[in-house]
């Protein structure tokens, strides 16, 4: 399965890693099976051209469906800016993005979750 990073904007100290780790400038476009699927940090280029749009920047989650895009910010992993853990997990078929939302304050040991779906056109 292909995987894919982009540049923070506080990852210059990472740029020579690039190649390595295959952390790409944003926006990066990459294809999963049928899924058409856009990659950045800043939220600058939120624009329906993919089924998936996912960014970040923010460090708050987000989850909107429009145009028939799923638009993604799973927040923050590393409660940095506050007090809470976050991560996503998608979930697709060919009609349906099911989005499994995570949290949990840094000294809990139970993560919590929300789930969203979204039904395609």
């Given at each position: 399965?292909?995987?894919?990073?982009v540049?923070?904007?506080?990852?210059?100290?990472?740029?020579?890693?690039?190649?390595?780790?295959?952390?790409?400038?944003?926006?990066?476009?990459?294809?999963?099976?049928?899924?058409?699927?856009?990659?950045?940090?800043?939220?600058?280029?939120?624009?329906?051209?993919c089924?998936?749009?996912?960014?970040?920047?923010?460090?708050?989650?987000?989850v909107?469906?429009?145009?028939?895009?799923?638009f993604?910010?799973?927040?923050?992993?590393?409660?940095?800016?506050?007090?809470?853990?976050?991560?996503?997990?998608?979930?697709?078929?060919?009609?349906?993005?099911?989005?499994?939302?995570?949290?949990?304050?840094?000294?809990?040991?139970?993560?919590?979750?929300?789930?969203?779906?979204?039904?395609?056109?």
């Amino acid at each position: 399965m292909p995987y894919a990073a982009v540049f923070g904007n506080n990852d210059l100290a990472l740029r020579g890693l690039e190649n390595y780790y295959k952390i790409s400038v944003e926006p990066y476009y990459l294809k999963i099976k049928d899924l058409k699927i856009k990659m950045m940090h800043h939220p600058y280029y939120l624009s329906p051209d993919c089924d998936i749009v996912l960014y970040g920047h923010l460090h708050k989650f987000s989850v909107e469906f429009k145009n028939n895009t799923l638009f993604l910010n799973p927040g923050e992993v590393c409660a940095r800016n506050k007090n809470l853990m976050e991560c996503c997990l998608i979930k697709t078929d060919n009609k349906e993005f099911i989005i499994n939302y995570f949290y949990k304050e840094p000294n809990e040991q139970k993560w919590h979750s929300k789930e969203f779906s979204f039904v395609k056109d």
